[in-house]
């Protein structure tokens, strides 16, 4: 792939633009999934040796940023995952949680003014997003000394499922720091939330299928024990 990707590419890019190099959307996935993997030293010495072939970490942030890829800690991306779902052209799929081990360390997102790295507190089970935002320095001085920097990750994933095996690579949900200090009530209220908000229709959709039903001469739409027709909307206007 990453041949296929040098041979192919790098020539008309570097005949066209010169220095002002562009990139298809397939190079800069790809360059995203290099660094990603094998981080910044091992992207910059690919990208240094190959030159032309990948772009600068600049144009990786803003193909970032435009793409919209950036995870907020303990943030649930339903919206995104809809929008994935649409573009593949599914509605079914797996739920599935793990937690895994990470290095204890604290990071500052100056994208979104946070500290990363401390357990995210919950509230009725769900991550409480963006909790670890301040501009005092003693407010900082008493986290890292009273909080507990996360020694677990929480991950939530979904697999869609679909004809074509192509399409089917899993999305991220959401991330965010933990230890095993939460009670099975917890667990209980993160699922119900989870549940709920997989099964939230898009009100659009919702008063697509209603139109559909009320000028169907076949269909009936039913509220309660009542059938609802378009003679009552003409008997509310008019």
Known sequence: MFCYLTLNIKKPVLAVYNNNYR??????????????????ITYEF???????????????????????????????????????????????????????????????????????????????????????????????????????????LNIYMFQPVVQSMDQSSPFLISVYGVNNQYTSIDIIQRWSYIYEEYNNKDPIHVATKWRNKMLSKAAQMIMGQQTVSLQHLAEYYY
């Open 46 to 152: 690919v990208r240094v040796n190959l030159s032309g072939a990948l772009p600068n970490l600049i144009a990786l942030k803003n193909y970032v940023s435009n793409a919209d890829l950036k995870l907020i800690e303990g943030d649930f991306r339903f919206n995104s995952l809809q929008q994935h779902l649409n573009s593949i052209n599914t509605k079914y799929g797996f739920g599935s949680e793990d937690c895994t081990g990470v290095i204890r360390k604290i990071k500052y997102n100056k994208g979104t003014n946070t500290f990363i790295g401390f357990c995210t507190p919950l509230t009725n089970g769900i991550p409480t997003v963006k909790h670890f935002q301040t501009e005092p320095l003693e407010q900082l001085k008493t986290w890292f000394s009273r909080i507990e920097k996360a020694p677990l």
């Open 23 to 40: 990139y298809s959307d397939s190079v800069q996935r790809f360059a995203m999934a290099l660094y990603v993997l094998g981080g910044k």
